[in-house]
């Protein structure tokens, strides 16, 4: 990983808003460097320290709700320059206070006892935030204005572009800081402890004391993040530390790929994609984005990472070539499956709802949900694109176990 | 004053006695070897010397200092160090990295998060050292879960003694190697414990004789001798009470 993979990342955030330009693309790039940083943060906790959290949001959402609160406070008093660039820092310390209040009591323990209490404390969490709407606004949430200070050089942070910069700018910051963790001795100890925990007390280490640290280090980060949103959407409200958002970063960073400090990246790009993309095309996207995930945890528990990482492998030694013909079948037939299954996941959610109209438009097909041909026609789809999907994936392994044996025998 | 030393140590797990009343005296220097028959208590006997169980009556001292009832991580950073009858490394992890997480705190990095590992000169050269001991150099980025099961094993010895303890404990070292594999693994620990107190548990007679200065014989929980490897093979006791013919045969092996 040397620094040119860092350069480039800067230019490609720095370029991306004029490489997708308009106002959705610059949301959804905004809400993605946001996600970036807090699925990097909840990869620190799953990657690489081994602990399954099903309470992360509870951290970035209290980051969150400090700094609605500190720029509402700047709001009424101050007249000076914004200081909201720095502000993520007020998220980023209320992350870690929290981080060290919870943490104490979650990581007592490892394994399936540290789940059960995330998802405790992020229900407690999420309880109380409800029941002190004085402080947290309830349902309806804490809403700010970020423009609120003198701007500094003409940048009043009220046009979204200025947003997105300052979002890249420590998105960029915070992945930097998280991979240079990794190369820390607590950042190694912190897989040690995930790789075996008796072990690591036996070379001088107190596990539960590994697990605090990096817990409090992830919780800054989450914090940084949840800061960010606030920023981004000028409200917080009980859904930023709710189970949804918690098992939101957890989808994005395993479908990613947690083995690698860059799967979450390509995770959360992903899962934006998902949420705020497709959710404009099809009120099935949760469906879409569930079986996605079901598929990964089953086929690539290395997540998409993982299948880039054996392209370049491939790619180096040169026999990417011979893999052409049976990826292409394997994503011809992905496809046909794929068109089947929308044909009838599409079908189903327009007769389950009422209100919306039979009448759809599918690859430019004018379809009606009612005709008994879209089903047979969907279904007939399906169904053989799964069996060339069979077909198709016994090609793929033959090859690449072909491959990989060439090259075993190229090695020796 | 001894490097190790065991008073009156007890152990049960329910009723079941397992441990009664050890008392063993170990030289700093010493190799001391602990043989006994299976199930005679040798590896409890090591859990409660490492911290890993509780007792549940006596002491343990450890040059001098009574390390009764603390836990693994505080027994190890008073330089006392184990290694497993079931190789317990971080299989996820290079060959180096796992030296390397037997070093650092030995050399004080502790839970540092602003030390960068690669600029660490000292633990990395003793990580490199131990990986040339070890004979793994050219293994040395390999994931430790793919080495061999010879390998592994060398890697539990180096990861044990990597962090520079003084008194290292190690748990059958030669168990399931083959005759080759054995003999390099007794050289290896004939080499790693120059200057340290050795204390073993092994079933290979062979390897006992050849290393150990004195051995201890454990039945049913309690050491029935304690001598040097002539007098153990003398002793009447031992021959009846354990392997009797068997001892006298690999002694001469």
């Not at chain 1, 910069?165 to 963790?181: G, R």
């Not at chain 1, 880039?308 to 046909?336: C, E, H, T």
């Not at chain 1, 189903?348 to 026609?377: C, H």
């Not at chain 2, 859990?47 to 009556?57: E, I, W």
């Amino acid at each position: 990983m040397g620094k040119t993979i860092w350069i480039v990342t800067a230019l490609v955030m720095l370029a991306a808003p004029w490489a997708f330009p308009g106002g959705f693309a610059l949301t959804l790039l905004t809400q993605m460097g946001t996600l970036i940083i807090f699925a990097l943060s909840y990869n620190m906790l799953l990657g690489q320290g081994g602990m399954l959290s099903f309470g992360h949001a509870v951290y970035s959402g209290l980051g969150a709700y400090i700094t609605v609160h500190a720029l509402n406070a700047i709001g009424k008093s101050w007249g000076w320059v914004t200081p909201l660039p720095l502000l993520p820092l007020v998220g980023g310390f209320a992350g870690l206070a929290f981080g060290v209040i919870f943490g104490y009591v979650t990581t007592k323990k490892a394994g399936t006892t540290f789940a059960m209490i995330s998802l405790g404390i992020g229900e407690l969490v999420y309880a109380c935030v409800l029941m002190f709407p004085g402080f947290f606004g309830g349902e309806a949430g804490i809403s700010t204005n970020r423009t609120v200070g003198q701007p500094l050089f003409g940048i009043t942070f009220g046009p979204s572009i200025q947003v997105y910069y300052l979002v890249a700018a420590w998105c960029f910051a915070c992945m930097v800081a998280m991979y240079a963790l990794t190369q820390t001795p607590l950042g190694r100890m912190a897989n040690a402890v995930r790789d075996n925990p008796e072990r690591a007390e036996f070379v001088g280490y107190d596990t539960q004391k590994v697990r605090f640290l990096q817990l409090v280090l992830s919780a800054f980060f989450a914090g940084i993040s949840g800061a960010l949103s606030c920023i981004n959407f000028e409200i917080v409200s009980a859904e930023n530390v709710s189970a949804i958002r918690s098992g939101g970063v957890l989808l994005a960073a395993f479908i990613g790929g947690i083995p690698f400090f860059f799967g979450p990246v390509i995770g959360a790009i992903v899962f934006i994609f998902f949420v705020a993309a497709l959710s404009g095309f099809t009120k099935a996207w949760l469906l879409y984005l569930g079986l996605f995930f079901c598929i990964m945890v089953l086929y690539a528990p290395g997540g998409i990472a993982s299948l880039f990482l054996m392209q370049i492998g491939l790619a180096r030694a040169g026999r990417l070539r011979r893999m052409a013909l049976p990826y292409a079948l394997a994503a011809a037939a992905a496809l046909v499956a794929l068109a089947g299954l929308i044909g009838l996941v599409e079908s189903v959610y327009r007769l389950s709802d009422v209100t919306s109209d039979p009448q759809m438009v599918l690859f430019g097909l004018e379809l009606n949900a009612k005709d008994p041909a879209v089903w047979i026609g969907s279904g007939l789809l399906l169904a053989c694109g799964l069996l060339a999907i069979r077909f198709a994936s016994r090609t793929v392994v033959a090859r690449w176990d072909a491959v990989q044996q060439e090259l075993k025998g190229a090695s020796a | 004053m001894s490097a190790l030393e065991l008073r009156d140590v007890h152990k049960s797990f329910g009723s079941t006695k397992i441990i009664q009343g050890v008392s063993l005296s170990i030289a700093p220097g010493e190799r001391h070897a602990i043989i006994g028959p299976n199930g005679a208590g040798k590896s409890t006997l090591f859990n409660l010397v490492s911290g890993r169980f509780p007792l549940t009556q006596g002491s343990i001292h450890l040059n001098g200092e009574d390390i009764t009832g603390l836990r693994p991580f505080e027994i190890n950073r008073k330089g006392l160090s184990r290694s497993f009858q079931v190789t317990n490394i971080f299989h996820n992890l290079t060959v180096f990295e796992n030296l390397r997480c037997a070093v650092l705190w030995a050399h004080g990095y502790k839970y540092s998060f602003w030390h960068r590992l690669a600029k660490l000169g000292g633990v990395n050269r003793r990580a490199e050292e131990v990986l040339q001991k070890i004979g793994l150099r050219s293994r040395a980025g390999v994931p430790a879960g793919t080495l061999s099961y010879a390998e592994q094993r060398a890697l539990e010895i180096g990861v044990t003694i990597a962090g520079g303890a003084t008194v290292i404990l190690l748990d059958e070292p030669t168990a399931g190697m083959s005759r080759t594999e054995t003999a390099h693994a007794v050289e290896l620990i004939r080499q790693v414990s120059q200057d340290k107190t050795l204390v073993m548990v092994e079933h290979d007679m062979g390897v006992v004789f050849d290393l150990a200065d004195r051995i201890s014989v454990l039945v049913y929980g309690e050491v029935i001798a304690t001598g040097t490897p002539a007098e153990i093979r003398g002793n009447a006791a031992v021959q009846e009470a354990y392997l009797g013919t068997s001892l006298a045969q690999a002694a001469h092996a």
